[in-house]
Nanobody
Framework: VQLQASGGGLVQAGGSLRLSCMAS????????MGWFRQPPGKEREFVAA????????YYAESVKGRFTITRDNAKNAGYLQMNSLNAEDTAVYFC??????????????????????WGQGIQVTVSS
């Protein structure tokens, strides 16, 4: 599956952005999806994840209550709604897909190396 992320940009602190991740090549419904980010000078970190049918979602503590992950399998798309953004959210954001047949997603969702496919990174910059 190929992933194409979009929706990044520059926003003021307190503002919102919605990231999109469009999938192609294989049925998106067969993949769990995660969002990760890499702040300047830091390692890639988990942001949010959603299971293949959307039944379960997971969030990093730092974004819980501010970010919402959703998906629309009919459109082969996943989304990350980001509200109340602050300077610490500045990073390159990545969407990733994990084949559901692998199993055990509930314990693997936050680990980057567990994902099979990655979209290109998109920059999100929050000005304070």
């Amino acid at each position: 599956v190929q992933l194409q992320a979009s929706g990044g940009g520059l926003v003021q602190a307190g503002g919102s952005l919605r990231l999109s991740c469009m999938a192609s090549g294989r049925p998106f419904r067969k993949y769990h999806m995660g969002w990760f980010r890499q702040p300047p000078g830091k390692e890639r970190e988990f942001v949010a994840a959603i299971t293949s049918r959307g039944a379960s979602t997971y969030y990093a503590e730092s974004v819980k209550g501010r970010f919402t992950i959703t998906r629309d399998n009919a459109k082969n798309a996943g989304y990350l709604q980001m509200n109340s953004l602050n300077a610490e959210d500045t990073a390159v954001y990545f969407c990733a897909a994990d084949l559901e047949l692998t199993g055990g997603y509930n314990v693997r969702y936050s680990i980057p190396r567990e994902y099979d496919y990655w979209g290109q990174g998109i920059q999100v910059t929050v000005s304070s």
